[in-house]
C-alpha cells in the first residue's frame, strides 16, 4: 500500500473512530438524561476492591456532596446508611450476594453530609460472577424517595390529627381508647367551649379559628403523659385519660384544662374569653368508644343546664 493510500486509511478510521465517539457521548448524555428525569442513580459494585461506579453522579448530590468530593467505595456507602436501617439493608445485600435471595431490594433512609435524612430504594443484582463462579460485581439502582416518604407522613398525619389544631381526631380517638382500655382503667372528659359563639360573632371565625388552635396548645400543656387530647369538631373536644374515675389525676388533668379555657385568650383584634363545660365518666366494661362518649357528653350537657363553666362525673 502507498504511503498516500495509507494516509488516506487512517483519515477514514480517525473520522470512523470520531464519530463513534460522537456516538457513544450522545448515547451517554440521552442515558443520563433519562436517568436524572426519573431520579434514578445506575451504579455497579465491584465486590472484591469495593469500589463503586456511579454511572450518573445523583447519588453524591442527594448526599449533598459535590462531584468527586466523595469517594465511591462500598465503605463509603456503609457509613451513609441511617443506624437504625444499617443491619437489615446489609443483611438484604449479603444475603443476595450469598445465594439467599434472588436480588437485592431495600427501601431505607441515607445520611447526608450536612445530617439530613434521604429514603432512597435500593435495587441490584449480580452481573458477573470469576471462573469459580463467585459474584464479582453487582448492578442495580437507586431512587430518591424522600418526597413519596413525606407525602405518606402527611396522609398519615391527615388521617389521624385534626387539620386546624393538629390534635387528634375522631378516628384517632377511636384507636388509642381501644388499645387504652385494654391496658388500664380510662376515663373519657366530653369538652364543650361556652360562649365560643360569642367569639366567632364578635370577632369573626379567623379570629375563632385562632382561639381554638391556643386552647389546643393550652390542652397539650395540661395534659401529661399519657392523657390524650383530641378535637371531634367545631368546640368539641376530648380526653383520653387512663386512670381510674377516683384518681386524683382525673380531677387534676380537668380542672387545668377547664382553667386552660377560662384563661383570656389574645387576638389580633381583641381580648376574647369563653368558658368550658366537661363531662367524665369511667369507660365501662366492653363499653365501645361511642357509647362512653354519648355518656360523658350527657354529664357535660348537665354541667351546662346548671350554670356552664364547671366539671361533671357521669
Not at 220 to 249: H, I, K, S, T, W
Request: hydrophobic fraction near 40%; proline fraction near 4%.
Amino acid at each position: 500500500m502507498s504511503d498516500e493510500a495509507l494516509r488516506q486509511q487512517i483519515q477514514i478510521l480517525k473520522k470512523h473512530n470520531a464519530r463513534l465517539k460522537r456516538i457513544a457521548h450522545d448515547a451517554r448524555s440521552k442515558l443520563d438524561a433519562a436517568l436524572d428525569g426519573t431520579g434514578l442513580c445506575l451504579w455497579q459494585l465491584d465486590i472484591p476492591s469495593g469500589k463503586l461506579v456511579i454511572f450518573n453522579r445523583r447519588w453524591g448530590a442527594m448526599l449533598g456532596y459535590q462531584p468527586k468530593e466523595s469517594r465511591a467505595l462500598f465503605s463509603e456507602w456503609k457509613e451513609s446508611l441511617h443506624p437504625d436501617d444499617a443491619a437489615e439493608v446489609l443483611k438484604a445485600f449479603y444475603d443476595h450476594i450469598d445465594g439467599k435471595a434472588p436480588y437485592y431490594e431495600a427501601l431505607h433512609r441515607m445520611i447526608a453530609k450536612n445530617g439530613s435524612v434521604t429514603w432512597v430504594l435500593d435495587r441490584g443484582r449480580i452481573s458477573e460472577w470469576d471462573e469459580q463462579g463467585r459474584p464479582l460485581k453487582v448492578t442495580g439502582t437507586h431512587i430518591d424517595m424522600t418526597k413519596e416518604k413525606q407525602y405518606e407522613s402527611q396522609l398519615a398525619m391527615l388521617a389521624n390529627h385534626d387539620p386546624l389544631t393538629q390534635l387528634a381526631n375522631r378516628h384517632a380517638l377511636r384507636n388509642a381508647y381501644s388499645q387504652m382500655r385494654k391496658e388500664n382503667a380510662l376515663c373519657v372528659a366530653f369538652i364543650d367551649l361556652d360562649d365560643f359563639k360569642h367569639v366567632n360573632d364578635t370577632f369573626g371565625h379567623r379570629s375563632g379559628d385562632r382561639l381554638l388552635i391556643q386552647l389546643s396548645q393550652r390542652l397539650c400543656d395540661a395534659c401529661p403523659e399519657p392523657v390524650l387530647a383530641g378535637r371531634l369538631g367545631g368546640d368539641e373536644f376530648v380526653l383520653l385519660m387512663p386512670f381510674g374515675q377516683d384518681d386524683a389525676r382525673v380531677a387534676q388533668v380537668s380542672r387545668a384544662c377547664l382553667q386552660a379555657a377560662l384563661t383570656p385568650f389574645e387576638l389580633e383584634n381583641g381580648t376574647a374569653t369563653i368558658g368550658a363545660s366537661i363531662g367524665i365518666v369511667q369507660a365501662q366494661p366492653h363499653e365501645g368508644f361511642n357509647a362512653a362518649l354519648s355518656r360523658a357528653d350527657e354529664a357535660m350537657y348537665r354541667i351546662k343546664r346548671n350554670g356552664k363553666n364547671g366539671i361533671g362525673l357521669g
